[in-house]
């Protein structure tokens, strides 16, 4: 959901640059470029499927066309289509529009970044990107893999991919169900984790070493693949999960009331309702006015919630999340989740800390949980802090982390928890601890310390390369033995000590019972929250 935080991409394949080696990747070969500085090799905007248009718009992704001659890939394919959070006080709620231009339906790229000016003759561990934005906004543009080859000291392969947003990704209903794709944009993920373990061996990855990585709604794409197909993905597709603040909102039955309200919005709006054949009048429809329809629907959201995201389809996503991980019917061997102290403080209109209550709130986020839960929420959130405080809590930890801790028990003995608590730790303030290239609104990261950063980014490369983060890609890594969760639900606190000039403090606790306690109520509730 990092849309809501504004980013400066600062991608810089810098001064020196060399051609790199020319890759055939069978419908395709591909050239991309060397920084001699840095010795990475980058490949930008490779296409991984074709253009979602036409015919193919609401469909499953397809494969892309035979590309004669070399196609230099040293620029970035253009970005899918964008919008923001919903910005109404109620919910449900009146529209309120908010043009937004930027996209482009032509947009399934991804980028690969190897260490070295040849590919690697050794397979290295795969590290899988995807990006956050609420499945509405963001980007590959906004993340240098370079980074993260430099921190893995040129361990490891880097993609980072796009996929469709919106409704252009994630429009429901059972219409699209009978002439279309559920779940477009996780279809999208999984066709480029599909590519990966095709073609990456050929730019010095190990398709059997693969680990999915993502921040916000791209760590919500990494809980929805943990559990898709119902845990039984065939073949594998990766090995390992990483989530950086896990995001699951309500996720609905394809063809429930939410969706297909959303879905009759948007065909109203488009001026297909009177159609004989909805879904082809929607693919026929100017992308101009299926972009308002797009950003209507979800500017009209509740004050900081996302419209347009997965639902239950019955193939790819069989059950409701929470159910299905407490079965424990998972993809993957290992999982490393982190999130931050203060996740909800973005999503909460802080303008409202003088009327806000617990209750009400509640019931806003969850229309359907009834006024006893509202109550019981209320009741437990009481000893938080004042009701703004209450409802920013009751936002991050039903949204984000009580979410991670059930992702992290079904991977009992194998999985790691971590928190990032520098200074206010806010939604999206850890990504330039390990994406230094990328910007948050500070422009640097959030504790600029080396000994922080390699401590925190190594955390996450460690555990990418060998499943555990205690074995130490780099010996300058100070942080301590990290125990699995379920010893005892430990965790690692990622912090800095008070003062100007303040130093590490990175340290094992035990996940505080109050907050066991609150999650466990979410997950009681989340038949009626819908996760």
């Given amino acids: 959901m990092q849309a809501i935080i504004p980013f400066l991409v600062l991608v810089s394949l810098a001064s020196a640059q060399a051609p790199a080696p020319i890759i055939d990747v069978g419908y395709a070969r591909y050239q991309g470029i060397v920084n001699t500085r840095t010795k990475i090799s980058t490949y930008l905007g490779i296409r991984y499927a074709a253009a979602p248009v036409g015919n193919l ?92 080859v430099r921190e893995a000291l040129n361990g490891v392969v880097v993609v980072i991919i796009q996929y469709r947003l919106g409704i252009f990704g994630f429009l429901s209903g059972s219409k699209v169900k009978a002439n279309g794709a559920l779940n477009a944009g996780l279809l999208d993920q999984e066709f480029a984790l599909k590519w990966v373990r095709q073609h990456i061996s050929k730019f010095g990855g190990d398709p059997n070493r693969v680990t999915i990585w993502g921040e916000s709604a791209g760590a919500g794409s990494v809980l929805q693949h943990v559990i898709a197909r119902n845990g039984r993905t065939s073949p594998p597709l990766f ?31 488009v001026s297909c309702n009177s159609s004989p054949d909805v879904m082809r009048c929607l693919r026929a429809a100017n992308i101009t006015q299926l972009q308002t329809a797009n950003d209507r629907v979800n500017r009209a959201g509740f004050f900081g919630t996302f419209a347009t995201v997965p639902v239950i389809d019955g193939e790819f996503i069989t059950e409701r999340p929470t159910q299905a991980l407490k079965r424990g019917r998972i993809n993957g061997r290992a999982l490393l989740a982190m999130t931050n102290t203060r996740e909800g403080n973005d999503f909460v209109d802080q303008r409202t800390a003088g009327t806000v209550t617990a209750a009400d709130y509640t019931r806003r986020l969850f229309p359907y949980i009834g006024v006893v839960n509202a109550a ?47 200074n206010n730790a806010l939604h999206g303030r850890d990504i330039t601890s390990y994406f230094p290239s990328s910007s948050n609104s500070s422009g640097a990261p959030a504790f600029n310390n080396p000994a922080f950063l390699i401590a925190f980014s190594g955390a996450f490369l460690n555990f990418a390369t060998s499943l555990d983060p205690n074995r130490k890609i780099d010996r300058r890594n100070i942080t301590p033995l990290w125990r699995t969760y379920n010893q005892r639900s430990f965790e690692m606190r990622f912090n800095r000590t008070a003062g100007q000039v303040g130093q590490p403090d990175i340290r094992g606790f035990w996940t505080p019972e109050a907050l066991k306690g609150r999650c466990n109520f979410w997950e009681r509730v989340s038949h009626l929250t819908a996760q």
Avoid at 108 to 115: A, G, K, Q, S, T
Avoid at 248 to 269: D, K, M, R, T
Wanted: aromatic share 12%.
């Fill in 376 to 422: 019981t929420a209320a009741r437990l959130y009481a000893g938080v802090g004042a009701p703004i405080d209450q409802v920013n809590a009751i936002m991050g930890e039903a949204i984000f982390i009580c979410p991670t801790y059930f992702m992290l028990n079904a991977f009992p003995g194998t999985s790691y928890k971590g928190e990032f608590a520098v």
């Fill in 239 to 269: 090995r390992a999960a990483m989530s950086s603040s896990s995001f699951l909102p309500s996720q609905h039955p394809f063809n429930g009331a939410v969706p297909e309200s959303i879905f009759n919005q948007v065909v109203s709006q």
């Fill in 57 to 148: 718009r609401f469909r499953a992704p397809q494969s892309p066309p035979f590309l004669p001659g070399v196609q230099q890939a040293t620029s970035r394919g253009p970005e899918c289509w964008q919008t923001g959070p919903g910005n109404s006080p109620t919910n449900p709620y009146p529209i309120r529009f908010t043009d937004t231009s930027l996209g482009d339906d032509d947009c399934l790229f991804l980028n690969v970044h190897f260490p070295g000016s040849v590919v690697p003759t050794r397979p290295l561990p795969v590290v899988f990107w995807i990006h956050g934005g609420g499945y509405v906004g963001g980007s590959a543009h906004r993340y240098n893999g370079d980074d993260l």
